[in-house]
T-cell receptor, first 113, second 110 residues
Framework: NAGVMQNPRHLVRRRGQEARLRCSPVKGHSHVYWYRQLPEEGLKFMVYLQKENIIDESGMPKERFSAEFPKEGPSILRIQQVVRGDSAAYFC???????????FGQGTRLTVV | DAKTTQPNSMESNEEEPVHLPCNHSTISGTDYIHWYRQLPSQGPEYVIHGLTSNVNNRMASLAIAEDRKSSTLILHRATLRDAAVYYCILRANNNNDMRFGAGTRLTVKP
């Protein structure tokens, strides 16, 4: 996990609140991926971004979820009006080019109460 | 990404080699074979990747079948710290995402 920083590591939100998950990629990496992992399940692809552009969001729910990767600053995964089913670990990965080694962060564990 | 098939789980003894298989019968000519692993309560980490030739690095070796329809991740001497879920993924040059399957849960016995 060379340098991908995710924060917060743990986030608790009440139903209906907003959750903002941040991911700072490895310096110089312009490709960012977000994944969701439910307990005891595999990683589910959500969205792939390249600086300021969403390239593939086919794995992201159409409602309440959005992602951005601005020119300056971290990538943000935003979940509006959270529900209990959003409770999961959310991982971010970055890579310098599309088909190279990707580095993952330690994840943000979201709990909706 | 083309689909990969891996056994759900495998067991190994400490200090012994481990061969983790992956079938990818629908692989295309531009698909790279990537392996990642996820230790408990951690994010995935890159292990190795290759296209056609066998590959070696500090962590493991990757043996790719001549027809590329299968590959094997080889851990030369398993340690307790190698207990993890191992994912085999195909990534095409023109494909943007990196989609994980269920992986193989490796248990290492002392």
């Amino acid at each position: 996990n060379a340098g991908v920083m995710q924060n917060p590591r743990h986030l608790v939100r009440r139903r209906g609140q907003e959750a903002r998950l941040r991911c700072s990629p490895v310096k110089g990496h312009s490709h960012v991926y977000w994944y969701r992992q439910l307990p005891e399940e595999g990683l589910k692809f959500m969205v792939y971004l390249q600086k300021e552009n969403i390239i593939d969001e086919s794995g992201m729910p159409k409602e309440r979820f959005s992602a951005e990767f601005p020119k300056e600053g971290p990538s943000i995964l935003r979940i509006q009006q959270v529900v209990r089913g959003d409770s999961a670990a959310y991982f971010c990965a970055s890579s310098p080019e599309r088909n190279t080694e990707a580095f993952f962060g330690q994840g943000t564990r979201l709990t909706v109460v | 990404d083309a689909k990969t098939t891996q056994p759900n789980s495998m067991e190994s003894n400490e200090e012994e080699p481990v061969h983790l298989p992956c079938n990818h019968s629908t692989i295309s000519g531009t698909d790279y074979i990537h392996w990642y692993r996820q230790l408990p309560s951690q994010g995935p980490e890159y292990v190795i990747h290759g296209l056609t030739s066998n590959v070696n690095n500090r962590m493991a070796s990757l043996a790719i079948a001549e027809d590329r329809k299968s590959s094997t991740l080889i851990l030369h001497r398993a340690t307790l710290r190698d207990a993890a879920v191992y994912y085999c993924i195909l990534r095409a040059n023109n494909n943007n995402d990196m989609r994980f399957g269920a992986g193989t849960r490796l248990t290492v016995k002392p």
